[in-house]
């Protein structure tokens, strides 16, 4: 990295590319073929968790797709 060039570590550059990143919101949403609000509002009552990052308004929430997966499991109807 040249000098003078403070970039910030984005999570995709902190992530070793052997291991899948998390997900944002939007994302499982369009996983699960559902929208946002419904992500924020809705997934932590049902049993999936996200991961806050910061605080306040400008706090990111992410989801561990292997999380994602292991829930969608449990869902399924026998």
Do not use: C
Request: proline share 4%; hydrophobic share 30%; no cysteine.
């Amino acid at each position: 990295m040249k000098r003078g060039r403070n970039r910030p570590i984005t999570h995709e550059r902190a992530t070793p590319h052997h291991q899948e990143r998390d997900l944002t919101p939007s994302e499982v949403a369009a996983m699960l073929n559902m929208s946002t609000s419904w992500v924020y509002r809705e997934a932590s009552k049902l049993g999936l968790k996200g991961y806050k990052l910061g605080r306040g308004r400008n706090a990111k929430v992410l989801y561990k797709r292997t999380e994602i997966f292991k829930w969608l499991e449990q869902q399924k109807v026998h």
